[in-house]
């Protein structure tokens, strides 16, 4: 579990888009080039309906 370093909320790693980001602020770690929240939550969403 990791903290954020913006609002010391929990961060979560998305192995999709391979970005950490926080849920509570729009704080983003880009480890490849930024991608919008909403496009990550998208993403997420098809891979759970799969």
């Known amino acids: 579990m990791r903290v954020c370093p913006n ?5 979560e ?4 888009c391979e ?4 849920n509570h602020c729009d704080w983003e770690v880009k480890v490849l080039p ?3 929240k909403r496009k990550l939550n998208k993403l997420i969403r098809m891979i759970k309906e799969d």
């Not at 790693?13 to 999709?16: G, L």
């Not at 970005?19 to 926080?22: A, G, I, R, S, Y």
């Open 7 to 11: 609002c010391k909320g929990i961060i």
């Open 13 to 16: 790693y998305c192995e999709v």
């Open 34 to 36: 930024k991608i919008k």
């Open 19 to 22: 970005v950490w980001f926080c």
